[in-house]
């Protein structure tokens, strides 16, 4: 009966969120996000990760630049750039305020790959740290933390073995 009622309650909250999620984000209409691949490298001797995103973008119609949140690095957290590639091409970018800018090449193409390669100490949605057994441990958080989003999360939970 428990487990019941904790699915129950669980799939009330989950539609709660879709229900009364406000969209209060900033769009650019002209381009559609339809794909990210991420890879992570993370070790055990620090908290930093070195990251690579591939993003996939469909322009509806041409835009001078578009932007992608990804926390600025700021004291001891947040992550640095070190290259973004339209293709196989370096494409023109900048990095204000927590959102990196891209600007793309001109062309006929209207859905175009990005790699986006950078490295740091996440401040949020991946926590790095010790269990209570002395056993390194990496949390990742998936989704929109923010209750008010609409947006589920999906929590990954990885122990390094022994």
């Excluded at 986006?116 to 441990?137: A, F, M, N, Q, W």
């Amino acid at each position: 009966m428990k487990n019941k009622f904790s699915i129950f309650s669980s799939l009330i909250l989950l539609i709660g969120n879709f229900s009364f999620g406000q969209d209060i984000y900033d769009k650019n209409e002209n381009v559609d996000i339809q794909h990210y691949v991420f890879n992570l490298e993370l070790n055990d001797s620090t908290n930093a990760i070195a990251g690579e995103a591939f993003v996939t973008v469909n322009f509806k119609e041409e835009t001078d630049q578009f932007s992608l949140d990804l926390i600025q690095k700021s004291g001891k957290y947040g992550m640095e750039v070190s290259s973004v590639f339209e293709g196989d091409k370096e494409s023109t970018y900048q990095y204000i305020n927590n959102k990196l800018v891209i600007s793309p090449e001109e062309g006929d193409s209207k859905t175009r790959t990005y790699r986006i390669k950078y490295h740091g100490i996440p401040e949020r949605g991946l926590v790095i740290d010790t269990t209570k057994y002395g056993r390194r441990s990496f949390l990742v958080i998936i989704g929109l933390t923010l209750p008010d989003t609409g947006f589920p999360q999906l929590i990954i939970h990885m122990i390094k073995p022994q």
